[in-house]
């Protein structure tokens, strides 16, 4: 089974829709992390944790919500889709050291 | 600004030629240094990290190597297979900061 996993897969909604993105990991890894890809664009941090009770900000947060619901999952909420958050998302999980990271399959979304 | 700048954008070359992708960064001060291969579709997966001691690294068919001083990486793929068609993201961090700086990745394709 995948080490780190990612629901849904694909997505397609709708302007102004609530959307949330999970993600789950195995690894047992403290810290968890949320980008964003666009094509032509290196990876954007939105979001990070490092543990259940601290949560961060990363370069492009504004219009996105995350929630550690447990060590294992890691949430990322859209209030209001709009169409600039058309994008690939991927969940990353790392252990202490913070040297290595871990990548979800990503989720591919679409708001039309 | 911590940036990443890879180079060439692109890269097509014949199943079993040899390729040398580049990527020079301002990232300061300087902790470690990572090569990640993503295939299409799917997460990032890393190939070698490299901290400031390191000037060489391999993991199979793929060296990476580090100049501290130049600020410069490369990653060098021996006897391309087809498989290694993907794209190769450079991605720095800095000592202390909690953020990685991605690079926007050499796509590589291998034909036949």
């Known amino acids: 089974d995948a080490d780190v996993t990612q629901t849904p897969r694909n997505r397609i909604t709708k302007t102004g829709k609530r959307i949330m993105l999970e993600c789950s990991q195995t690894k047992g890894h403290d810290r968890m992390y949320w980008y964003r890809q666009d094509p032509g664009l290196g990876l954007r941090l939105i979001y990070y944790?490092?543990?259940?009770?601290?949560?961060n900000k990363g370069e492009i947060s504004d219009g996105y919500s995350v929630s550690r619901q447990a060590q294992a999952k890691f949430s990322l909420s859209l209030e209001s889709a709009i169409p600039n958050q058309t994008a690939l998302y991927f969940c990353a999980t790392s252990d202490f050291a913070g040297r290595e990271q871990y990548f979800g399959p990503g989720t591919r979304l679409t708001v039309t | 600004k911590n940036q990443v700048e890879q180079s060439p954008q692109s890269l097509i070359i014949l199943e079993g030629k040899n390729c040398t992708l580049q990527?020079?960064?301002?990232?300061?001060?300087?902790?470690?240094l990572r090569w990640y291969k993503q295939d299409t579709g799917r997460g990032p997966v890393s190939l070698t990290i490299m901290t400031f001691s390191e000037n060489t690294k391999s993991n199979g068919r793929y060296t990476a190597t580090l100049d501290a001083d130049t600020k410069q990486s490369s990653l060098h793929i021996t006897a391309s297979q087809l498989s290694d068609s993907a794209s190769y993201i450079c991605v720095v961090s800095a000592r202390g900061a909690d953020g990685l700086t991605f690079g926007k990745g050499t796509h590589l394709i291998i034909q036949p």
């Open positions: 944790s490092f543990d259940v009770k601290d949560i």
């Open positions: 990527c020079n960064y301002t990232v300061s001060p300087f902790s470690n």
